[in-house]
């Protein structure tokens, strides 16, 4: 199993919602990752976990915050966003450090913020 | 700060043709390199990665990469394209740190492919 699978593919939230992007992967990988991505752009790193411990935060708003309950899943919760937040949200994982290899991407889920 | 470049924002090329997409690097050591390929609405697909030994890179779907230390290049290639090469070509590196590896992006090549 070389896949990193992604829930729900298509999101519509108001600013006041609150919801959730689900994120697995069933390769042992310890590092998971979440993107941004606008139209157009190339992704932007937001989080990185490391043997689900937060490692890197790229100065996220805490409108968006991370959550690694297990090696294998890792989510974002998402509370009261803005128009500008609407994106494509991808997951990624790989083995971890001291490793070095690629990141294994997921199809992303796309986030429409009314 | 280790960076990659991609000169190119737009490429067409008739099906058929040659093709080289263009990725400079900037560091001081041997970086990590990789080519991602994304379809519209799609996630990103892996086409190949350079992390040291042999400069020239095979991938799958045909593609090839040579890794050119002297021009700090890392430059994507195929013989002969297909009508479903057509996506949007990403060069990146990854960057070691202490919290975890980080994986950064060129601003990516939109290939166009005329039949």
């Known amino acids: 199993d070389t896949e990193v699978t992604q829930t729900p593919k298509h999101l519509v939230m108001g600013m006041t919602n609150k919801k959730s992007l689900k994120c697995e992967q069933h390769m042992g990988h310890r590092a998971m990752y979440w993107y941004k991505q606008k139209a157009k752009k190339p992704p932007e790193l937001m989080f990185v976990y490391s043997y689900e411990k937060l490692s890197i935060n790229e100065s996220v708003p805490s409108r968006f915050s991370p959550e690694c309950p297990n090696s294998s899943l890792l989510n974002l919760h998402l509370h009261a966003l803005q128009p500008e937040d609407s994106a494509l949200y991808l997951c990624a994982s790989t083995l971890g450090a001291p490793n070095t290899g690629e990141l294994f991407f997921g199809e992303g889920s796309r986030l429409t913020v009314l | 700060a280790q960076s990659v470049t991609q000169p190119d924002i737009h490429i067409t090329v008739s099906e058929g043709a040659s093709l080289e997409l263009r990725c400079n690097y900037s560091?001081?050591?041997?970086?990590?390199l990789f080519w991602y390929v994304q379809s519209p609405g799609q996630g990103l697909q892996l086409l190949l990665k350079y992390f040291s030994g042999d400069t020239l890179v095979q991938g799958i779907k045909g593609f090839e990469a040579e890794f050119k230390r002297s021009q700090s290049s890392f430059n994507l290639r195929k013989p002969s394209v297909h009508w479903s090469d057509a996506a949007e070509y990403f060069c990146?590196?990854?960057?070691?740190?202490?919290?975890?590896?980080?994986?950064?992006f060129g601003t990516g090549t939109q290939l166009k492919v005329e039949l």
């Open positions: 990146a590196s990854l960057i070691l740190t202490g919290g975890g590896n980080k994986l950064t």
């Open positions: 560091y001081g050591a041997t970086p990590y």
